[in-house]
């Protein structure tokens, strides 16, 4: 599996290109400029097969509609608790802190958790982490986490913002705990780590 890192946007967002079959890719949020990832996909030889959402605040969305459109209206995956996000300016933060309103509705495919997708060569999983917002996600391949804002190196994702929640937050991390296998850990902002280290070092998951 081939795992490319697009750090985009004023809140300096990852953007993974991953592909398993070195032609398509799935595109795991896709943070700002729709025109910029597909030239970075398009520099790797791939095509754009999927849109996965760990969820939608706005630095994670704001390239959605543009790379969908120049993409063949491919299909967007993201939880089923996260579609409220995406369909609204107010709880996606885009009103709120950019001044300008981003809502997206087209192509979007519902996840529940324990959901197995393939796509571009690889099978993800997905692991249901509510606490950032009510419908954030991590996908899982293989020995491979995308853990959007729900882990980071270090810490954990904000819950101050709308639905936050701290304690259910908390609660998704036992879950990731749970995980016995050591795992390379990509986050939705700064460094990767492994699951490991973060369940050693880090203060929010002991």
């Given at each position: 599996?081939?795992?490319h890192?697009?750090t ?6 990852n953007?993974y290109?991953?592909s398993?079959?070195g032609?398509?890719?799935?595109v795991?949020d ?5 025109d910029?990832?597909?030239r ?12 996965f959402?760990?969820h939608?605040?706005?630095d994670?969305i704001l390239?959605?509609g543009?790379?969908?459109s120049l ?6 995956y993201?939880?089923?608790d996260e579609v409220?996000y995406l369909?609204?300016a107010y709880?996606n933060l ?11 509705f087209d192509n979007l495919h519902v996840?529940?958790d324990?959901d ?5 060569g690889?099978e993800?999983?997905?692991?249901h ?16 986490i995308f853990?959007?804002?729900t882990?980071f190196?270090?810490?954990?994702g904000?819950t101050d913002f709308?639905r936050g929640?701290?304690?259910v ?16 850990v990509y ?12 369940k ?6 002991q």
């Open positions: 599996m081939e795992i890192t697009y985009l946007g004023s809140y300096q967002t953007c290109i991953v398993g079959d032609k398509g890719c799935v795991i896709p943070a700002d400029n729709g910029a990832i597909l970075k996909v398009k520099s790797y030889g791939y095509t754009v097969e999927a849109i959402l760990t939608a605040h706005f994670h390239g959605l543009r790379l969908v993409s063949g209206n491919v299909p967007v993201l939880h089923k409220k369909e609204n709880l885009s009103e709120e802190v950019t001044g300008t309103p981003y809502t997206y996840l529940n324990n197995k997708i393939s796509a571009a690889v993800f999983s997905v692991i982490t509510p606490g950032h917002t009510e419908g954030s996600v991590c996908y899982r391949a293989g020995n491979t853990t959007g804002d882990l190196a270090g810490s954990i904000r709308p929640n701290y304690d937050l908390i609660s998704s991390l036992e879950k990731l705990k749970r995980i016995d296998e050591d795992c390379d986050t939705g902002h700064g460094r990767p780590s492994t699951l490991l280290y973060e050693q070092f880090n203060e929010f998951m």
